[in-house]
């Protein structure tokens, strides 16, 4: 599926670019150009942004928890809690960290962690 962003204001590492497009093409950014150059007709969806900003996914390095989850809570009902929230404001990836704790809890934390990297994600319910 081919998807064109227009009327966008395209955030870069030194700028924010006006006046361009954002195509994307099975779900991955496949070019930016001036809006005048594409053809409408080459796309399945057009979304008008109406001025809006659009940005990479933002990560969190550190990360302990948010909303009254913490990674210490050693569960993924926790993780997903804190991804959600993550999400909704425009952090796509965070480092799950620990707090000073006994090695048990600490391996507990840790371990869910691991189990929630590699379970089956299913992006549709966060």
Not at 47 to 65: E, R, T, V
Not at 78 to 98: E, P, Q, R
């Amino acid at each position: 599926m081919k998807l064109l962003i227009e009327n966008v204001k395209i955030i870069r590492p030194n700028e924010v670019l006006k006046g361009h497009v954002l195509e994307i093409e099975n779900g991955l950014i496949s070019g930016i150009s001036k809006k005048d150059n594409f053809n409408k007709k080459d796309y399945d969806k057009i979304i008008d942004a109406n001025g809006h900003f659009i940005s990479p996914g933002f990560i969190d390095i550190h990360n302990h928890g948010n909303s009254g989850f913490d990674t210490m809570d050693a569960s993924i009902s926790a993780l997903d809690n804190i991804a959600k929230y993550h999400l909704k404001n425009g952090v796509t990836s965070f480092m799950a960290a620990t707090m000073t704790s006994s090695m048990d809890n600490l391996l507990k934390a840790v371990s869910n962690v691991k189990e929630y990297i590699n379970k089956d994600m299913k992006y549709s319910n966060l």
